[in-house]
């Protein structure tokens, strides 16, 4: 090239590559996006903002996170960046279906004459065995109002007592403990409470797998400034790893490490007496019980040295604020609701409750698990009300406009305890929403036969393929996530609204919809107003949520207000809308940015009837199936960042689904070698319930007694499962018991590997 | 020009070392490891000048010569000239011609209320890169590139308002952060909207210790977008371009033929060929987002503050280190990546990869971490016969063939000009046509099969487009050119048979003849050793440490005078004896068993060389020929044990028994034993390589687990994630 040739100014297309004549320009995959639609992401309860790009069909294309949101800030984990395929993903339902038997072929039917059926079905079995024959598992995966609507027509139309959701499962325990140590549920903190903190304790809490954005915004504070991270789990998961101090500690145990840590802080008079004291009681009886606790006897039994557990103290109860997170290492045990409570009275006694970096945050699964909490009615009604007080009940007879008495005066059955009295005869029929027990309840072996037993069961889902609708005598199909319009609370207490990106696919419909539709089947569906839209709906519930002392007061929330704040945490009162209204806080838009209270308890005053916290003893009572000679495993198992709950929506996109196509376990290669299994093959798990099938991965992740398997696939880790029952939440072990390995034929399971994946 | 280049080279590399000692350690590495850096650099260079690189140290920036740098005789010449009207043609077939959208619109859409983390933010720039690379694209473009260009991204004439687009750009990964959440390979993949089995960044993992000291270090990888970009250099359409812009490296899907040569080339995986589309796609480092400001999509995506995006070598806010390796990643001499790593927590002596690779990492002295082999199956022998049959048996037969009928031809047409009596007999004889026919359509057969084996069979013509580069280029067209030749010959060698055989007489042609064939021949024998030599080439890729040996050579022109010959042999010994020319058999039989055996003694001495090179050498190399000796144990003796016997008893004849029956019986027995000895020999060639790739997961970029799925029918249900097995 000459010099001359070098200085021209030439503008040269770049398109132009090579000297060839037809040159193809630079391609950068263009979907072609005319709308970004605002909503909030259905999976987990971390509560992101979510925007899907819709092409100029108006089909959903995109997705993206929302920059101005506080929570993710514009991150999304996996499973949100592909959301916008889950409309289209395989399995979904698209017509009502009925059939008189599990075993005969399905009939496509039409909404009027199923819900006519439904209706009349449920009145049969009821007027046949009781009202209470007839039960309802619910989910934490509507919306809100949605639930509120469930919760009207199950409380004020079915009256059948035996009603709960799928989040007995999940957060029973956290919402137990709560209400133990604090008089009611919700979550005292918030993700900023990173900012503040100074210690940090996850509790059997995989927050990279679990909660990326979450983890994200920990990862953050501590980029900013540095504090101590301790992660106390039986696996050394990356959180684990990358943790200031590893506590592995042996399944099932966490309550003497509680109690043990309280030890050491109440003898080294670490404690925080003016906040004990102003605040709390029942220090005595946990004084008394911790005794007994001191960090040699705790050592043994939670396989901590003692010197950890001394030093783990120490850092907590200095600490300027410390904090601790949990998420089912706690609740999945056989003392859930106790590890709660002592999680929070650890807080207690070190003032740790209610300030900036000082809370007891439980880190919620599901995306409106706080929604179905909230509204639901499940455990009681709407507002975390009661049905235990005579005052609740009056007051929401009166609002919705029927007889006080049609309520029950005691909280039925929680899911746990419905199955077993399927199982005993007691209950005949049964309504699923949303929930898919035969992947996720604990004994797959004992639900199937307990759901063969049913005279009636009705699916109500997004997806015609749930392993249960093998049992069903009736699909409703359902709208999913965004198909729909209305609001999810998240963790930290906040309102999110999902907006509407697409219609229902083919002819299923909202949940609210077939609620609402299914109430007029119903005498007092005739006397209760059961408004149009979720907006109304909403308002019923700001009405709801008024009054003097109550936490959730979400009456100066609208849905506008929350999506123009990307959501709202609660309390939010009317006298908190008006003083934003009347601040000069506004966006470069010109939207009102609504603020709600970022923390619970701030003033040290909590929902019991004398405004103090609960400490309560909790001694430990090791009731756990740990190894022996036939069973020498510890069976662990979790979530991985891939997968949602039972895989019907990750389970069918590729994209996700890739990441572990196949139910796999995690074992030590010392054991694998002792018992001659290779990485990559196949064997046969066995518990005293049953056996599953899975792929091993050897891996120093675990202990050399202990094995992982992720719970999301069907017939794997949960035909093994125990799942004792916590004795407050009726929460399910999960995560603790037996197991032994068994060699398979390759061949054959790999054939069963397959056969077993429809998706 | 070269001395020139260098010398400005070594100015450079003073300057940088100045550089970096006046900022200290602060930029993560002191100026031993540039020394220690450059000496590995040096010898790397001796190698891409052995490539074909013409200019070593230079990085390739190629834009080649654009329409607008034409004189107007070479746009008409162009323009009426039939190649290039033909091969536009074909342009269109099978070509995404959509239209693009012509709606002015920004580049790229910012979200409202973009974040920092997003945000390009490089307020300093060095002047070069730690190997001396100025890091301004402009100084070191070989063609003259205008500042303020489009990229016309999509047909966008918007011109990015980055005030850095001409300066190098490259992630930076601090692996003591990475959490494996596939935030970024998803992030990816919405974006370019890539299906499952395809990602054009892919997060594995090395992990080590035992427990609870138990150390799990993901490694999230793309295109490093080289300095030395291999797959550019290697591709024999050229589909790649690296961009006086980010330094990007870009490929253009629709000029791709699907050979896959880049996806060999490259040690980190970064082109993905995809089996199901035929084409090659790859990371386009999202220079949209890059022109309005933003950093990559999955770099935005990062949620464990892993991955980050600037102009190289400069140090993220909040990090330390801008090394060159972590465990687990290729020996980055080999193409200069513009790729930093940062990490400071200690790793175990011994970090294994979770995929089914015979690979693990061990530290050395210096702490940096080099590739051994980890016998994963234990040290049991096998056949695994089927397993010898993969998606490269077309490039078995193809190398074969192409190999033998060379031999053949040269033989028979030398053998004649130095007047070999025996071979002249053959020219004479009745099978002298039905041979020639034979050599033209084994090597038919070998292009067919090669040209099939494209993903795109229909654009086999741009096979010669980057002749300036790429050795499969070279090599593409001197086969091609050995082909025509000596179809040339069969051809006229077929006509002035009819001609004689219906008697017509036309001197003016039938005197012509001979001289054309002569021409013929020579040229094909020329251009089919270019062919082969660059055959070789093609094979010495410094990613597949396995191949990149003088075995190739050996193997390829040893083969090509024991095939050739055996070949040969086969047909003229029996046509000698059958027509009563006893002696000139037993004489044609002493010279191809002599070559055949010089052939396979110089291939099998080759591939002891290749044993002990092996044996010696750690890493991918030595871990394939671990598989080489246990999953394919069985097998591979039996080829050392038929080429070394093969190879003897070729010589005994061609020394002591030619004039024998017994000869000719040890002869026959032995021909097929060749056969089958190079047959295995050549499949082993193809599936034992190992090449430097990132490590993989459990079941993502894990080949054991993918065979296995296919094998057992899970790689049937698309969200698999894994290609069914694609007959082509």
């Known amino acids: 090239m000459t010099s001359e040739k070098k200085k021209v100014g030439k503008k040269f297309s770049i398109s132009k590559i090579f000297g060839r004549k037809e040159q193809n320009p630079i391609r950068i995959a263009d979907k072609n996006i005319h709308q970004w639609k605002y909503t909030t992401c259905g999976y987990c309860s971390t509560g992101c903002s979510i925007e899907i790009g819709l092409n100029e069909k108006g089909k959903a294309v995109a997705s993206r996170g929302n920059a101005n949101a506080d929570v993710n800030r514009g991150k999304l984990c996996i499973k949100g960046i592909f959301e916008h395929e889950l409309f289209d993903a395989a399995g979904r339902g698209d017509k009502p279906l009925m059939r008189k038997a599990p075993y005969d072929a399905w009939q496509p039917s039409d909404w009027d004459s199923t819900l006519d059926h439904m209706g009349s079905e449920i009145q049969r079995i009821q007027e046949t065995y009781g009202k209470d024959s007839f039960a309802i598992v619910s989910t934490g995966q509507l919306l809100t109002e949605e639930f509120y609507t469930l919760g009207k027509l199950a409380r004020g139309c079915i009256g059948s007592n035996n009603y709960d959701g799928n989040t007995t499962l999940c957060m029973a325990s956290a919402v137990s403990g709560y209400k133990r140590s604090f008089g009611s549920d919700g979550p005292p903190g918030c993700y900023e409470d990173f900012e503040h903190t100074e210690c940090l304790i996850a509790w059997g809490s995989n927050l990279p797998e679990q909660h990326p954005i979450i983890y994200w915004r920990l990862k953050e504070a501590l980029e900013k400034r540095n504090f101590p991270v301790i992660v106390i789990d039986p696996r050394v998961t990356m959180f684990a790893q990358f943790a200031d101090i590893h506590l592995a500690i042996t399944p099932g145990t966490d309550l003497a490490l509680m109690n043990s840590l309280m030890h050491v802080i109440l003898a080294e008079g670490l404690e925080d007496r003016d906040y004990i004291d102003a605040h709390t009681n029942g220090i005595e009886e946990v004084e008394a019980c911790v005794k007994d606790y001191d960090p040699i006897t705790a050592s043994k039994i939670c396989g901590i040295s003692e010197d950890s557990i001394r030093q783990v103290a120490r850092l907590y109860a200095k600490a300027g604020a410390a904090m601790s997170i949990w998420t089912m290492g706690i609740n999945q045990s056989t003392h859930g609701s106790d590890g709660v409570v002592g999680i929070n009275s650890l807080n207690l006694i070190t003032g740790n409750i209610g300030k900036p970096g000082g809370t007891s945050l439980s880190i919620t699964g599901q995306c409106n698990a706080m929604g179905t909490r909230e509204w639901s009615s499940c455990s009681g009604l709407p507002g975390y009300r009661m049905l235990e007080k005579p005052e609740h009940r009056k007051q929401i007879a009166d609002f919705w406009g029927i007889d006080e008495e049609f309520f029950p005066k005691k909280r039925g059955l929680a899911q746990t305890d419905i199955f077993p009295a399927i199982e005993a005869g007691e209950i005949k029929g049964l309504w699923l929403v949303a929930t898919n027990p035969m992947t996720s309840m604990p004994n797959t072996a004992r639900i199937r036969k307990i759901l063969e037993k049913l005279d009636f069961l009705v699916i109500q889902d997004a997806y015609a393929d749930v392993e249960t609708t093998q049992y069903a005598h009736m699909f409703l199909p359902a709208a999913v996530w965004a198909e729909k319009e209305g609001c999810f609370t998240n963790t930290e207490r906040r309102y999110n609204i999902v907006r509407k990106v697409q219609e229902p696919k083919g002819d299923s419909k909202s949940d609210f919809w077939i609620f609402n539709e299914l109430a007029k089947r119903f005498p007092n569906g005739k006397k209760i107003h059961f408004p149009d839209t979720v907006e109304e709906a909403f308002d019923e519930m700001r009405e709801l949520s008024k009054g003097a002392g109550r936490t959730l007061d979400i009456s100066g929330m609208t849905h506008q207000k929350i999506e123009d704040a990307c959501g709202i945490q609660w309390p939010y009162t009317e006298a908190d809308a008006k003083r934003d209204e009347e601040s000069t806080i506004a966006t470069e838009s010109g939207k009102l940015i609504a603020k709600g209270a970022q923390r619970l308890y701030t003033d040290g005053k909590f929902q019991t009837p004398d405004g103090k916290a609960n400490l309560v003893p909790l001694p430990f009572v090791d009731n756990n199936e740990v190894p022996c000679t036939e069973y020498p495993f510890w069976m662990n198992s979790g979530r991985v960042v891939e997968h949602f709950h039972t895989r019907t929506r990750t389970g069918k996109m590729g994209n996700m689904n890739k990441y572990s196509p196949t139910p796999y376990m995690e074992m030590n290669p010392d054991a694998g070698a002792e018992l001659n299994v290779k990485h990559g093959s196949y064997v046969r798990i066995v518990s005293r319930r049953g056996d599953a099938v899975v792929m091993v991965q050897l891996t120093q992740r675990v202990a050399r007694n202990s094995v992982f398997i992720p719970f999301h696939f069907h017939d794997c880790v949960n035909r093994v499962c125990l799942g004792l029952l916590d004795p407050h939440s009726r929460q399910p072990a999960f995560k603790q018991g037996s197991i032994r390995i068994e060699a398979v034929d390759q061949d054959m399971a790999a054939q069963l590997n397959v056969e077993r994946r429809t998706y | ?728």
């Open chain 2, 1 to 728: 020009m070269n001395i020139k280049v260098n010398k400005e080279q070594a100015a450079t590399e003073t300057k940088t070392v100045e550089f970096y000692d006046a900022s200290g350690n602060a930029s993560g590495f002191n100026s031993a490891d540039v020394g220690s850096v450059r000496n590995k650099q040096e010898i790397n260079e001796e190698a891409l000048v052995a490539a074909g690189n013409p200019t070593p140290g230079k990085p390739a920036i190629e834009i080649g010569l654009r329409e607008e740098n034409m004189t107007g005789l070479q746009k008409t010449l162009r323009k009426y000239n039939p190649w290039f009207i033909a091969r536009n043609y074909l342009d269109t077939v099978g070509t995404d011609n959509s239209d693009l959208d012509p709606t002015p619109r920004p580049i790229f859409e910012v979200r409202s209320g973009e974040r920092d983390y997003a945000k390009l933010n490089d307020p300093v720039v060095h002047e070069a890169n730690r190997y001396g690379t100025m890091i301004d694209l402009l100084n070191i473009s070989d063609v003259p590139v205008a500042e303020g260009r489009s990229l016309e991204i999509n047909g966008n004439p918007t011109v990015g308002e980055n005030p850095n687009r001409n300066k190098q750009h490259g992630f930076h990964f601090t692996a003591d952060n990475c959490i494996g959440c596939h935030a970024c390979e998803a992030a990816c993949s919405e974006k370019n909207d890539l299906p499952a089995h395809l990602s054009f960044r892919s997060v594995g993992y090395v992990e080590g210790g035992s427990y609870p000291d138990y150390k799990r270090m993901n490694i999230s990888m793309a295109c490093n977008h080289c300095d030395n970009p291999v797959c550019m250099k290697g591709c024999p359409t050229k589909a790649y371009t690296k961009h006086a812009e980010y330094g990007a490296v870009l490929q253009d899907p629709e000029t791709c033929f699907g050979c896959g040569y880049c996806t060999w080339v490259c040690p980190y995986n970064a082109p993905q060929l995809d089996p199901i589309e035929g084409k090659v796609s790859k990371c386009n480092m999202c220079v949209d987002r890059l022109e309005v400001g933003l950093k990559p999509a999955c770099v935005s995506a990062c949620l464990g503050n892993a991955l980050n995006f600037g102009v190289v070598e400069n140090t993220p806010e909040n990090r330390e280190q801008v090394k060159t390796s972590i465990p687990g990643f290729p020996d980055p001499t080999i193409t200069n990546p513009n790729i930093r790593f940062q990490q400071t927590k200690s790793m175990p002596n011994e970090m294994a990869r979770t995929d089914s690779m015979p690979i693990k990492y061990h530290k050395q002295e210096d702490g940096s971490f080099r590739s051994v082999v980890d016998e994963k199956e234990g040290k049991a022998l096998s056949w695994n016969l089927a397993r010898l049959s993969s998606r490269e048996n077309p490039l078995v037969i193809f190398t074969l063939f192409t190999q033998a009928s060379m031999g053949a031809f040269i033989l028979l047409f030398l053998g004649c000009v130095f007047g070999i009596e025996s071979l002249v007999a053959i020219k004479n004889s009745v099978a002298y046509i039905p041979l020639l026919i034979l050599l033209v359509a084994l090597q038919a057969i070998g292009l067919l099969l090669s040209t099939m084996h494209l993903g795109k069979p229909m654009r086999f013509y741009r096979g010669f487009n980057n002749l300036r580069y790429s050795p499969v280029s070279r090599e593409a067209l001197g086969v091609a050119l050995f082909f025509t030749g000596i179809a040339a010959f069969t051809g006229l060698e077929v006509l002035s048979f009819g001609m004689g055989y219906l008697e017509i007489s036309a001197p003016a042609i039938t005197d012509l003849i001979p001289a054309i064939q002569t021409g013929a021949a020579y040229f094909a024998i020329v251009t089919g050793l270019i062919g082969l030599y660059w055959m070789v080439r093609s094979y010495r890729i410094p990613a597949r440490p396995f191949w990149d040996h003088s075995q190739v050579f050996t193997s390829f022109f040893g083969t090509m005078f024991s095939l050739g010959s055996v070949v040969l042999g086969l047909v003229a010994v029996p046509t000698l004896a059958l027509t009563g020319n006893a002696e000139l058999a037993s004489d044609l039989l002493q010279i191809t068993a002599g070559l055949a055996a010089l052939g396979l003694i110089a291939e099998g001495l080759g591939l002891l060389n290749h044993a002990k090179y092996l044996n010696t050498e750690s890493g991918e190399g030595a871990a394939a020929h671990y598989v080489q000796q246990t999953t394919f144990g069985k097998t591979y003796i039996l080829r050392n044990v038929l080429m070394a016997a093969t190879g003897l008893l070729m010589a005994i004849v061609a020394i002591a028994l030619s004039e024998t029956t017994l000869g000719l019986v040890v002869a026959a027995i032995a021909a097929p034993a060749v056969i089958v000895s190079l047959l295995i020999g050549r499949a082993l060639f193809y599936i034992l390589v190992i090449p430097t790739t990132m490590p993989g997961a459990f079941f993502w970029k894990n080949k054991g687990f993918e065979e296995h799925a296919r094998d057992v029918g899970l790689a049937d249900m698309p969200q698999v994630g894994v290609v069914p097995a694609c007959h082509h």
